[in-house]
T-cell receptor
Framework: DAGVTQSPTHLIKTRGQQVTLRCSPK?????VSWYQQALGQGPQFIFQ???????QRGNFPDRFSGHQFPNYSSELNVNALLLGDSALYLC???????????FGNGTRLTVT | EDQVTQSPEALRLQEGESSSLNCSYT??????LFWYRQDPGKGPEFLFT???AGEEKEKERLKATLTKKESFLHITAPKPEDSATYLC??????????FGGGTRVLVKP
């Protein structure tokens, strides 16, 4: 049973560019969340998708956007990259409400 | 706004030396407190969920407890493979998790 899978694992981009990160949830899960984890810190909530709609959003600018597809997979898009966007981006999925989140191993984004 | 503070930031233990990690939280309407383990280069791995004060959960050498203001993760007779960063998170309104900064645990043989 595959868990949460993310691609790519590593990515290097230049300031001002745009990036798309991808996530496939754990089998049977329909809700996907994205988190940003800076080095040495805990993850910070970006947003959550359910039934192809953004349901809740954290304190991130509009440069961060997302999408959920009918098969429950999801994308995170970041426009106009800043050096401060360098971080580990984690995708997490869950099934029924209040069940624990299952995380993928993340995409390490480096902005130069 | 929900807040989670973990202490200490780092902990060095000898194999077999038991210790406790602290997670203090401020939240309006707690719907769950979660403990995760994170290994370098990996995503967080779920350990426990606690819902109400007085609740306890155990798994191998780990035991998590919850009060109205804090949670403790007790590590009994740790082994080198228990070395990791331990993350605490709370869920209140909505479905987002608010994480603490984590405690990095190193267990030396």
């Amino acid at each position: 049973d595959a868990g949460v899978t993310q691609s790519p694992t590593h990515l290097i981009k230049t300031r001002g560019q745009q990036v798309t990160l991808r996530c496939s949830p754990k089998s049977g899960h329909d809700t996907v969340s994205w988190y940003q984890q800076a080095l040495g810190q805990g993850p910070q909530f970006i947003f959550q998708y359910y039934e192809e709609e953004e349901r809740q959003r954290g304190n991130f600018p509009d440069r961060f956007s997302g999408h959920q597809f009918p098969n429950y997979s999801s994308e995170l898009n970041v426009n106009a990259l800043l050096l401060g966007d360098s971080a580990l981006y984690l995708c997490a999925s869950r099934g029924q409400d209040n069940s624990p989140l299952h995380f993928g191993n993340g995409t390490r984004l480096t902005v130069t | 706004e929900d807040q989670v503070t973990q202490s200490p930031e780092a902990l060095r233990l000898q194999e077999g030396e038991s210790s406790s990690l602290n997670c203090s939280y401020t939240v309006s309407g707690l719907r769950g407190l979660f403990w995760y383990r994170q290994d370098p280069g990996k995503g967080p791995e779920f350990l426990f969920t606690l819902y109400s004060a007085g609740e306890e959960k155990e798994k191998e050498r780990l035991k998590a407890t919850l009060t109205k203001k804090e949670s403790f993760l007790h590590i009994t007779a740790p082994k080198p493979e228990d070395s990791a960063t331990y993350l605490c998170a709370v869920k209140a309104a909505g479905n987002k998790l608010t994480f603490g900064g984590g405690t990095r645990v190193l267990v030396k043989p």
